[in-house]
């Protein structure tokens, strides 16, 4: 079903994602931190949702359906190494600020710092080319809305 989009991730020569692409990509990140401490539950499903809605502007039937096929394709997705080499290569730098910021709400939606989480995001964060002092204040405005 995501062998196109796979090829494409992967692919030496980064081409630009299709904006459809580039949604189904973000959401197989936001699941698979969601998914790195075992623990999937109900409020990171419900953040993951709330991420992409707001984002890109779907109704949560669209959200639902987006995350869905986000959960297949993150099974399915090669090493987080090469993910998101491949999500660096085809957003700029501001957008992946707001990629950031969006992993840690789904990080932070269940109201509490898990380890394994953590250990992601300072992986994630620097294979994006995110600074680790960007990552930080991404974090600290995510922290200071309330919940």
Request: avoid cysteine.
């Amino acid at each position: 079903m995501f062998e196109n989009l796979l090829r494409r991730l992967l692919s030496p020569a980064p081409e630009i994602l299709p904006d459809p692409d580039a949604r189904l990509a973000l959401a197989a990140l936001l699941v698979r931190l969601a998914r790195a401490d075992d623990h999937y539950d109900a409020a990171e499903v419900q953040r993951i949702d709330a991420v992409l809605r707001a984002r890109f502007g779907l109704s949560p039937f669209e959200a639902t359906r987006l995350r869905g096929q986000a959960e297949v394709l993150e099974e399915e997705a090669p090493d987080t190494v090469r993910f998101t080499r491949a999500i660096k290569d085809h957003v700029p730098y501001e957008d992946r600020l707001g990629v950031i910021e969006a992993l840690w709400e789904v990080a932070l939606a269940d109201g509490r710092r898990d380890v394994d989480e953590d250990g992601l995001m300072r992986l994630v964060a620097p294979m994006l080319g995110v600074e680790d002092a960007d990552s930080a204040l991404a974090r600290q405005r995510v922290e200071a809305r309330p919940r």
